[in-house]
Every structure is written in C-alpha cells, then in structure tokens.
Nanobody, 122 residues
Framework: QVQLVESGGGSVQAGDSLRLSCTIS???????MSWFRQAPGKDREPLAA????????TYAASVKGRFTISRDNTKGTVYLQMNSLKPEDTAIYYC????????????????WGQGTQVTVSS
C-alpha cells in the first residue's frame, strides 16, 4: 500500500510563503503526483500536478503564477512552493498519486495523504 505523508503546513500572515512537502513511501518510479486543497464547507480543489520524472506540470488557474510544484525523485518527495499567500488560501492541503496520467481531476488519483493545515491570517 502506497502511503503519502504531507508536512510543512502552518499559520502565516498574508503575503508570506510556505513550502509543503509530500513524501511517498514506495513506487516513486512512474508516479504522477498532485496537490489539492479543501477549505471548510467547500469542495476539494485541484492545485497542481507533476509527471514522472518531473518534465511536465499543470496548474489550476487560481494558483498559476503563485504556486510551484516540483519533485526530488532521489527523496521520493514532491513540493508545493506557495508565495504571496492570501487568507482565502486557508485550507487543508493534500497530496495524491496515480500511475497513469497527468491530471487535475481527483477521480484519477489512487492514493491520498492525510493532509496538512495551512492557515493564512490577514
């Protein structure tokens, strides 16, 4: 069973930056990895995805230019660099993995992490 562990969340002020990390326990080769978030009372929202070994990325329009996804395959880790954070970025952030396609659709992902909380204060 593939396990994903997110880290790096926390409480920050508007305008600050955070870098989230997600480490995969096994089957790094061939993995397509992504980040989603879910705010209270809202649906899960896609943010960004990255192919194996990292040559392609895709972003949701809402975060393009502010967030950057990357990966370090030697560590089995994917990152989400978040800049110019806003209060509306407050949510639980999840990473996910599949072995088929670069996608921003949650239904394409097979394994999910437990999430890490990001809180942005004004």
């Amino acid at each position: 069973q593939v396990q994903l562990v997110e880290s790096g969340g926390g409480s920050v002020q508007a305008g600050d930056s955070l870098r989230l990390s997600c480490t995969i326990s096994q089957r790094t080769v061939g993995s397509y990895m992504s980040w989603f978030r879910q705010a209270p009372g809202k649906d899960r929202e896609p943010l960004a995805a990255i192919s194996w070994p990292g040559t392609r990325t895709t972003y949701a329009a809402s975060v393009k230019g502010r967030f950057t996804i990357s990966r370090d395959n030697t560590k089995g880790t994917v990152y989400l660099q978040m800049n110019s954070l806003k209060p509306e970025d407050t949510a639980i952030y999840y990473c996910a993995v599949n072995y088929r396609t670069l996608s921003l659709s949650a239904r394409d992902y097979d394994f999910w992490g437990q999430g890490t909380q990001v809180t942005v204060s004004s």
